[in-house]
């Protein structure tokens, strides 16, 4: 995917499990490659509110960068960015026993955290409504929220 100098999206229809391996392996998509259900959630933010007195969040959401260390010359300039060596960016959801919640890997290292952002199907699914779905009901200082939250540094923009 890379190697073409497009987005992991334009392979979306081409890189999926067939039938016949979602067979063999169901644990494989039963387990890992799924969206995260109202009970995991729910399970996510208890096991959070005992470990860090924080209620209603998902989890940690970041974005790092791996050197790429073969990268094609001719993908240099979209994929070198400060750290002058090419590097490839990974948006992630962790939660407090590094389970990956999501993940997106494949943008280039010349993005920043907000380009990212902007292009994550993660702030698609809240835009578009399919996140509204594993939200429940918490208390935080005796007032009730609806919305669960994912704990993130000062770079993201609010979305309240």
Known sequence: ???????????????????????????????????????????????HKNAHK?????????????????????????????????TIALEAVVDHNLWFWHGSFGFPGTLNDINIWERSSLLESMLNGRHDQIDHQYTLDNEPFKKLYYLVDGIYPSLS
């Open 1 to 47: 995917m890379i190697c073409y100098g497009i987005s992991g999206n334009a392979f979306l229809d081409y890189h999926q499990f067939g039938e016949t391996t979602s067979r063999r392996c169901p644990a494989l998509v039963e387990v890992y490659l799924r969206i995260p259900t109202k009970a995991d959630a729910l399970k996510v933010t208890t096991m």
């Open 54 to 86: 924080m209620p209603g969040m998902l989890g940690s959401l970041d974005v790092t960068k791996v050197h790429w260390k073969n990268c094609p010359t001719a993908l240099k300039g979209q994929f070198q960015g400060r750290e002058k060596c090419a």
